[in-house]
């Protein structure tokens, strides 16, 4: 039987898993996909929110503040990219100035710092591509980019290497109670737990409603968003938000942590929980909406275009602890917007429960920091020899536009948790993430899966389940 | 009386021919532009004929396919049998370009040549 | 740090013919640089024929065109390394490049000659709605996978774009055993030779689609779906044109660009239209000593043009080593008017020009019974009918230098179409 079972490796699911690996538990985490991070966790906009945007009080401000605070520490810890950039809240029209000022206030009674409200000329200085229209903006120095793939990896594998177990291409299909706590029934088998952890993303609301007589409803929200060329260059400095008002509510233009930009999101909601397809109208209105604050936005130099699906309960709200006609059967749902930002935050509460709840106590042998994968572009001339000298494999390019080599790429395969799939190395080390989109490298990505990990090149997958890359062999094909 | 639409491939232009035949004899050719618009039509319609690419297997080579051609043009009709005659055909390594992977493909007479090297693996 | 006299950024078609004819004007210590694991680039895996005609007078395969190049550089004893990627080239000739063998290493070059090719535009580039699963290449990338490789990418097929590798692979699709099911092209022409459509499409009853595109794309793990809807002459997709194919794969061959991600570190002043470098008659860049050809200077129908292109460009190298292409002549720039695009050469030095230069173009729609005219200044200077041209067939008028050289004083050359 295992202390704690939980389900979902994305974001939160690995927050918790990495918490409450600091105890002597023996936990288990169950995820459908067939990596970490397949879910909201990958596609949304890649910020660490300051916290003065929800409500003074609520759970998702509190989580949302501790969390950014948290954020800069755990890159460094955990050895993910991190960078505050800064944020804008861009006011384009004078009638709007009273909301500008609504959110200041509601950022420091949440406990941001550094908020000021700032005037045209100095944002035209420091953002020169923000519309001549723009009236004032709300600057928060502590809003900050993350690598989402890289946090939620850094975590679970954090996680790992502390003695969680993980085990992927599982689907939950049920719960039942029983005296010392949860049978969890999966399409792979049951598993017993103490407590259970319901960290599922856009379906949390239906394992919740499986235990409980009292009712969640998420909708998946629809995010469109468009990632542009490094080649563009850095078209805004800080992430520029649009205030909601005269125009709808806005979408933001920000630069990653990687140097590419993003600009999006729609907030579409819609029935399918596995809805990812962007759609025209979707892209169309992330367009007209981001040239209303960066008017010569170069659109046309997208790279890709995707969307994400934000898991929005009714309520509004965060709704993470233990479920009050369930007991053992923790929530951490209606994770939607800033779940990313509040993630560290998210962990440490509920692993903070749980530790109560089963009476953890401290594992003496916890590794704390992990060690990321190499990147040969931050080193110095010298070291980079030296890394080549020691292991060749670091001189071999194999994606082309993102510079990723094949050493980086045995040990995204090889490391804890490793990628079996080209999107999952793609999340470990940006290989086809750059302006061919693994045109060139997809198919010596397979090769390199293929060797590490034993499989045959046909079975090697985008990204687990069906989503094989090649069919067969040529020569084989039936008679036309 | 039969009427075949053709487009000439001789240039961009892409004339649209149209050839009378009568028994199997060309009656007349209407639509082109230029004299190489006429003599394509009146081959096309009586004796099509095209070159084929494609790979066939390599064993004990540094790749696993190499790339060949029929040495001539086969007939049209020939194509997929053509096609699927190399799919049993595996050469061995090495290869040198012009090597004969496969004689009188599907009875056509005309050999199927390799079009690139492949050296043995080591 | 080792030097050479000109280092050669690709292998392929253009870096082969560049060195070759470098080596014949006398150049010895040349290097061609590779980040394939074999010379001749994107041909070793264009295996069809009709590569040649101009060059060779026969119809070559394209491994057997790059084999020809190869075993002249065989021959010349040119020193090459592959698998070698080019990570920088900065303003002073510096060249970092990395392979397994010798790590991380810097060689400087008194003349650099671009050759690194193209890339095709992938999906995310052209916008198509829709989820994004497994089961959508490029062209390019299913032909290296199926010619060189071995493998089926899919076995029902719909193509977007009738580029010339989109038609080929409907073929090659086709010849393997899958079921290319349409060929669908946003604008109203192809940009494939006809040539390949009767041959490719025709040949097996493939259709191609004009004025339609994808306007959705279904399937969460692997491809299940498309939807194709015709355009407006705006190529906006015309509502209620919808049709809906079941397939498993979708190839995509929507144009090519130039990869000039290093010519842009070396600092080299590129052409918006033709996404390459701007280069003068000697196929020199904006950069001293640095010249660029193939399709990393403007994307080529036909490699014999490639090959004579980068013949030049070795040339006018050697000559820049042996400090024969010094010059204070102003350029007298060429100009691209009235459906012509561009121009490469975008300048001229009369003075260092050979006999006869070439200038190729490409047109910016199809026309019928127009002229190519060549202005000098205001004075119309040649004029010749074209029963027919299109976007997708590079076109070139030629310069003679003794004209250039008879008009001191000349302001601008101009490259226009004038309709009938």
Redesign the interface.
């Known amino acids: 039987m295992y202390d704690v079972v939980i389900i979902g490796a994305g974001v939160s699911g690995a927050a918790v898993a990495r918490e409450v690996s600091r105890y002597t538990a023996n936990v288990l985490v169950l995820e459908r996909c067939e990596d970490v991070c397949c879910g909201t966790s990958k596609a949304n906009s890649a910020i660490v929110h300051a916290g003065y945007d929800a409500h003074t009080g609520s759970l998702m401000a509190r989580l949302n503040v501790r969390g950014s605070q948290m954020m800069e520490e755990l890159s460094k810890e955990l050895d993910f990219p991190y960078r505050r950039n800064g944020s804008m809240v861009l006011c384009m029209a004078e009638e709007d100035r009273p909301h500008l000022q609504t959110l200041l206030e509601r950022g420091v009674a949440n406990g941001v710092e550094g908020l000021r409200i700032i005037e045209r000329e100095e944002i035209l200085r420091r953002e020169p591509n923000v519309s001549p229209d723009v009236v004032a903006a709300l600057d928060v120095p502590t809003g900050a980019i993350v690598c989402p793939f890289g946090l939620n990896i850094a975590m679970a594998e954090n996680a790992a290497v502390n003695g969680v177990t993980f085990q992927f291409d599982t689907t939950v299909t049920g719960f039942t109670a029983g005296e010392e706590g949860w049978t969890v029934h999966t399409d792979k088998g049951d598993v017993t737990a103490r407590c259970v952890v319901n960290a599922a993303g856009v379906y949390a609301d239906r394992l919740h409603n499986m235990v409980s007589a009292k009712k969640l409803h998420i909708t998946p929200r629809r995010g469109d968003y468009y990632?542009l060329d490094k080649?563009a260059g850095e078209v805004a400095h800080a992430t520029l938000f649009q205030l909601p008002g005269k125009f709808g509510k806005g979408v933001l233009v920000s630069p990653t942590v990687h140097g590419n930009t993003i600009v999006g999101p729609t907030a579409i909601d819609i029935e399918d929980k596995?809805?990812?397809?962007?759609?025209?109208e979707?892209?169309d209105q992330v367009a007209q909406k981001a040239a209303i604050s960066v008017p010569g936005i170069p659109l046309r130099q997208?790279?890709?275009?995707?969307a994400g699906l934000r898991a929005h309960e009714d309520g509004g709200e965060f709704i993470i602890g233990e479920v009050s006609d369930a007991p053992g059967f923790f929530d951490c749902a209606g994770i939607e917007s800033p779940g990313l930002s509040s993630s560290p935050a998210i962990g440490e509460m509920v692993a903070g429960l749980l530790k109560e709840k089963l009476g953890l106590s401290p594992r003496p042998d916890f590794v704390a920091k992990r060690k990321g994968i190499v990147n040969p572009q931050t080193l110095s001339?010298e070291e980079?020899?030296a890394l080549?000298?020691e292991n060749?494999?670091y001189?071999?390019?194999i994606c082309?536009c993102e510079?990723v080599t094949e050493g980086e790429i045995v040990d995204a395969i090889t490391r804890p948790l490793g990628a079996r799939s080209l999107d999952g190395v793609k999340r470990r080390t940006r290989a086809g993430m750059g302006?061919?989109?693994?045109?060139?490298c997809?198919?010596r990505v397979m090769e390199i899966i293929a060797r590490e990990t034993g499989m045959d090149?046909?079975e090697i997958?985008?990204?687990?389940?069906?989503?094989?890359?090649?069919?067969?062999?040529?020569?084989?094909?039936?008679?036309? | 009386m039969e009427k075949r639409q053709l487009t000439c491939i001789g240039c961009p232009m892409g004339c649209p021919i149209t050839v009378t035949m009568e028994a199997g004899e060309v009656r007349e050719v209407t639509g082109f532009t230029c004299k190489r618009g006429e003599a394509y039509a009146r081959k096309e319609v009586t004796n099509p004929t095209r070159i084929v690419t494609t790979t066939v297997r390599v064993a004990g080579g540094l790749a696993p396919m190499v790339s060949v051609k029929t040495a001539q043009d086969i007939p049209k009709g020939k194509i997929f049998d053509c096609a699927d005659a190399l799919r049993a055909v595996t050469v061995k390594a090495p290869v040198s370009i012009g090597d004969v992977v496969l004689s009188n493909v599907a009875g056509t007479g005309v050999d199927v040549v390799a079009t690139k090297a492949v050296a043995a693996a080591q | 740090m080792n030097s050479y006299d000109i280092v050669i950024i690709g292998g392929g078609p253009a870096g082969l013919a560049a060195a070759v004819s470098a080596r014949d004007a006398g150049v010895e210590r040349i290097l061609i640089l590779e980040r394939d694991s074999e010379l001749g680039g994107i041909l070793n895996q264009c295996i069809h024929n009709g590569f040649g005609l101009h060059t060779f007078q026969e119809e070559l395969t394209g491994p057997e065109y790059a084999a020809r190049f190869i075993d002249q550089v065989e021959e010349r004893k040119i020193p090459y390394l592959l698998n070698t990627m080019v990570l920088d080239v900065n303003h002073d000739r510096v060249i970092t490049a990395m392979n397994k063998t010798d790590g991380l290493f810097q060689i400087s070059a008194k003349a650099i000659i671009l050759a690194m090719g193209c890339r095709e535009r992938p999906r995310g580039a052209l916008n198509i709605p829709g989820t994004r699963p497994a089961g959508i290449y490029s062209a390019g990338t299913a032909q290296r996978l199926v010619n060189m490789e071995g493998f089926l990418p899919g076995r029902k097929v719909v193509i977007l774009g009738s580029g010339d590798i989109g038609l080929i692979m409907a073929r090659r699709m086709t010849l393997e055993g899958a079921q290319v099911q349409v060929v669908a092209e946003l604008m109203p022409y192809s940009g494939g030779l006809k040539r390949n459509i009767v041959q490719c499409l025709d040949d097996f009853g493939i259709p191609l689609k004009l004025s339609h595109t994808v306007v959705d794309i279904r399937g969460r793990e692997r491809v299940e779906g498309i939807t194709l809807a015709q355009v407006d002459e705006n190529r906006r997709p015309i509502p209620g044109t919808e049709e809906d194919y079941a397939c498993d794969t979708l190839l995509l061959s929507c144009g090519l660009i130039p990869e000039n991600e290093l010519s842009r570190a070396a600092g080299v002043d590129l052409s918006p239209v033709t996404s390459g470098a701007v280069v003068d008659e000697s196929l020199e860049t904006s950069v001293p000593g640095v010249f660029a050809c193939g399709n990393v200077l403007h994307v080529h129908d036909l490699v014999d043009f490639v090959s004579q292109e980068a013949a030049a460009a070795g040339r006018s190298a050697a000559k820049y080593v042996q400090g024969q292409l010094e010059t204070d002549e102003t350029p007298i720039p060429v100009a691209a008017k009235g459906g012509v695009r561009y121009t490469v050469p975008a300048r001229v030095h009369p003075h260092r020009m050979e006999e006869q230069q070439v200038v190729r173009f490409r047109v910016g729609a199809v026309y019928q019974n127009a002229y190519i005219s060549v202005y000098f200044d205001d004075e119309r200077v040649s004029r010749r009918k074209r029963q027919i041209m299109a976007p997708g067939e590079m076109e070139q008028v030629t310069l003679k230098r003794e004209d250039l050289l008879s008009r001191p004083g000349l302001k601008s050359i101009t490259v226009t179409i004038e309709e009938a």
Request: hydrophobic share 30%; with cysteine; charged share 20%.
């Open positions: 990632l080649a596995d809805s990812t397809a962007t759609t025209r979707g892209l997208t790279i890709t275009s995707f001339f980079r020899q080549i000298r060749p494999a001189g071999r390019v082309r510079t302006r061919c989109q693994g045109g060139f997809g198919p090149l046909s997958t985008k990204c687990g389940g069906h989503s094989r890359m090649v069919v067969g062999k040529t020569k084989e094909g039936a008679k036309a």
